[in-house]
């Protein structure tokens, strides 16, 4: 079990910045995946950004080169950096753990989330 808190979100205006935290209640350095996913009004919950295993990060195609993935082993906490914001960023920001099963498939846990809004 892992526990996940949602930290950093607000209101900004397009081309201002945001960090986003995610403090775990364990070592994340067990952790096979984390990241972050956003769910805009009306819209489904997308991925975007990942670390697998610590040492790859995946970013959607939409916030590559204005977000960062990052964590601190020693805080337990991921980070998302978020850079040249836009409106379309605007969404809730969810934060996720992934571990792998020995038999196959994962445990999937979840902050509970944190709203970003961003202004035109």
């Avoid at 808190?5 to 067990?30: D, F, H, M, N, Y």
């Avoid at 999937?108 to 944190?114: A, L």
Wanted: aromatic share 10%; proline share 3%; glycine share 10%.
């Amino acid at each position: 079990q892992v526990q996940l808190v949602e930290s950093g979100g607000g209101l900004v205006q397009a081309g201002g910045s945001l960090k986003l935290s995610c403090a775990a209640s364990r070592s994340i350095s067990s952790i096979n995946v984390m990241g972050w996913y956003r769910q805009p009004p009306g819209k489904p919950r997308d991925l975007v950004a990942r670390i697998i295993s610590g040492d790859s990060t995946n970013y959607a195609a939409s916030v590559k080169g204005r977000f960062t993935i990052s964590r601190d082993i020693a805080k337990n906490t991921v980070y998302l950096q978020m850079n040249s914001l836009k409106p379309e960023d605007t969404a809730v920001y969810y934060c996720n753990a992934q571990t792998y099963k020995l038999q196959g498939g994962t445990y999937d846990y979840w902050g509970q989330g944190t709203q970003v809004t961003v202004s035109s």
